[in-house]
């Protein structure tokens, strides 16, 4: 096993910054540990391929690609991973993580997956609904949080004096049929 991971530093390098961070970025790399660590993802307890379900790269770009999914969610108010990381929604992040690379993981396992029967004997190698349905019910909770978590954020700004909070895309939409 792995010795833990230390805690999180948000002025790491790419934490602030609007532009996707690279794979060999520190906080990147600790993101993607905590993320494996949760999953509990190590050869010596995946006992039938004794490897990694998702490779250290891998993970990474799960993690990136959740920054992404973080900055294209409304309300647009900037939200960084630096956001993310200073407001201590570390722990939603990494479940955004590891939804997507347990999507990854279920698209390949779904190509993969083969039923077999003969002689009244029937075998399969796992059960894909049994994967989809857990997998979904864990991103509804994610995609609720995160919103709430981006909608606080949003209202914070408008109340305090930092940056101004942003009205929802409705807003610009009902203005402009409005003025017709």
């Known amino acids: ?67 992404s999914d973080w900055q294209a969610t409304p309300p647009f108010i900037g939200q960084t991973l630096g ?9 939603l992040f990494i479940k955004g993580v590891i939804i997507r690379a347990l999507e990854s993981l279920g698209i390949l396992h779904m190509r993969n997956y083969l039923a077999y029967s003969d002689g009244g004997m029937s075998v399969q190698t796992e059960n894909p609904q049994l994967i989809q349905s857990w997998l979904q019910a864990m991103k509804n909770e994610y995609e609720e949080k995160k919103m709430r978590c981006l909608i606080a954020l949003n209202i914070a700004n408008a109340l305090s004096g930092g940056p101004s909070g942003v009205h929802s895309e409705l807003y610009f939409v009902n203005s402009f049929f409005g003025a017709l």
Not at 83 to 91: K, L, P
């Open 1 to 67: 096993m792995q010795q833990p991971t230390p805690p999180l530093n948000p002025q790491l390098a790419g934490a602030d910054d609007q532009t996707l961070p690279d794979l060999a970025d520190p906080l990147i790399v600790q993101l993607a540990a905590y993320a494996r660590e949760f999953m509990r993802d190590y050869p010596v307890l995946n006992r039938l391929t004794s490897k990694w379900d998702h490779s250290p790269r891998h993970l990474r770009w799960c993690v990136i690609d959740t920054a």
């Open 83 to 91: 956001t993310v990381i200073s407001h201590g929604w570390q722990s």
